[in-house]
Nanobody
Framework: QVRLVESGGGLVQAGGSLSVSCAAS????????MGWFRQAPGKEREFVAG????????YYADSVKGRFTISRDNAKNTLHLQMNMLKPEDTAVYYC????????????????WGQGTQVTVSS
């Protein structure tokens, strides 16, 4: 059974930093794209960042470019998102995603989803 478990969410002040991680189990994702999505209250889930299987290609939503960094550790089957210069509008539940198809235009259709972790940025 495939499981994606996020951790590291929490409360941070605007301008601060936070890192969220995703631990995958049930199968290896070293040959698959992985990524992060988020969903704010009353809004649709949106793509945040994606990374190719090798980690060499990364894609970001315009709203987070220059502030967020996605990375992966294939040996540990983990995915990470470092978030800097956080803004109140970054408040959302952040979801880990794996496998599926990651397109070059920052569109991602994943096969597997995590349950999400809450990130709250206070002003």
């Amino acid at each position: 059974q495939v499981r994606l478990v996020e951790s590291g969410g929490g409360l941070v002040q605007a301008g601060g930093s936070l890192s969220v991680s995703c631990a995958a189990s049930g199968r290896a994702f070293s040959s698959d794209a992985m990524g992060w999505f988020r969903q704010a209250p009353g809004k649709e889930r949106e793509f945040v960042a994606g990374v190719s299987w090798s980690g060499h290609s990364t894609y970001y939503a315009d709203s987070v470019k220059g502030r967020f960094t996605i990375s992966r550790d294939n040996a540990k089957n983990t995915l990470h998102l470092q978030m800097n210069m956080l803004k109140p509008e970054d408040t959302a539940v952040y979801y880990c995603a794996a496998a599926g198809v990651l397109y070059g235009n920052s569109r991602y259709d994943p096969r597997y989803w995590g349950q999400g972790t809450q990130v709250t940025v206070s002003s």
